[in-house]
């Protein structure tokens, strides 16, 4: 069973930078798609930030902003935030899948982490 543990959330102020981090249990994590996914109070869950297959890709409204990183010796992915903004408050997630298809899509993706808790204060 895959494990995906989030952690680096916390309250911040609007301008400001978090980092998270999610450690994956398991020996294929190199050849696992990773994404990232947020969800407000009273809001679908929103893809973020996904990277896999030599790609990465952004959600236009954290282009610039965020950038997704991983590092495959340690099992683990990343997600710097810059320039932190009110609306970017929410529950993080990190995700994995093995298909290369659909990397936005929540549904299509396998493993989930319990999610970690990002509060940015303006």
């Known amino acids: 069973q895959v494990q995906l543990v989030e952690s680096g959330g916390g309250l911040a102020q609007a301008g400001g930078s978090l980092r998270l981090s999610c450690a994956v249990s398991g020996r294929a994590f190199s050849s696992y798609i990773m994404g990232w996914f947020r969800q407000a109070p009273g809001k679908e869950r929103e893809f973020v930030a996904s990277?896999?297959?030599?790609?990465?890709v952004y959600a236009d409204f954290v282009k610039g902003r965020f950038t997704i990183s991983r590092d495959n010796a340690k099992n683990t992915v990343y997600l710097q935030m810059n320039s932190l903004k009110s609306e970017d408050t929410a529950i993080y997630y990190c995700?994995?899948?093995?298909?290369?298809?659909?990397?936005?899509?929540?549904?299509?993706?396998?493993?989930w982490g319990q999610g970690t808790q990002v509060t940015v204060s303006s």
């Open positions: 990277s896999g297959g030599g790609s990465k």
């Open positions: 995700a994995a899948k093995t298909s290369y298809c659909g990397s936005t899509n929540p549904n299509s993706y396998d493993y």
